[in-house]
Each structure stands twice: as C-alpha cells, then as structure tokens.
C-alpha cells in the first residue's frame, strides 16, 4: 500500500487514484463543481503540467479532460500514485 499524498505534490506524467477528497476545505459550489468534473474517489488522475514559478496552476488529466487546478485546491485531494513512475 502506498501513502497518500495530495495532487499538489505530484510531479508531471505522474498517475494516481483519488483516495479522498476534504470537500470541508472547499465552499459547496466547489466541491459541486469538482465532482461535475470528474474528481471522485477511485477516479485515476494524471499531472500534465506544472506552471513554472510555483506551480500554480497545475495542468491534470480526469477521465478524457484536462482541468487547471489551483494549487491550493489541489492540495484537498489525496491521491495513492500508480506504480513507480516519477515524470516523463
């Protein structure tokens, strides 16, 4: 079993499942919309890109979209990565 760890931390071409989600970090019309994009437990995820200076936005792939997060929501979803992959 892997740690969990939040998306934020996650480096590009990383895979991960969704573990859970804090949605009491979040104000309901977020938490609403991020499961109206696809993030749910057991939903698999994958950082596309990391913008430079910070990293914030963060590029991920849900399903078959690609959804800009900002770090600081990000950082409310806990994810176990997939296999050992740490970037292209």
Do not use: C, K, W, Y
């Amino acid at each position: 079993m892997t740690a969990a760890i939040e998306i934020d931390r996650m480096l590009p071409g990383q895979t991960a499942l969704i573990v859970a989600i804090d949605r009491l970090g979040l104000d309901p019309q977020t938490a609403r919309r991020l499961h109206e994009l696809g993030f749910d437990d057991g939903v698999d995820v994958e950082v596309i890109h990391r913008a430079p200076f910070g990293g914030d936005p963060l590029a991920v792939r849900v399903g078959n979209m690609v959804v800009a997060l900002r770090r600081s929501m990000a950082a409310l979803i806990e994810v176990e990565l997939n296999g050992e992959g740490t970037g292209p």
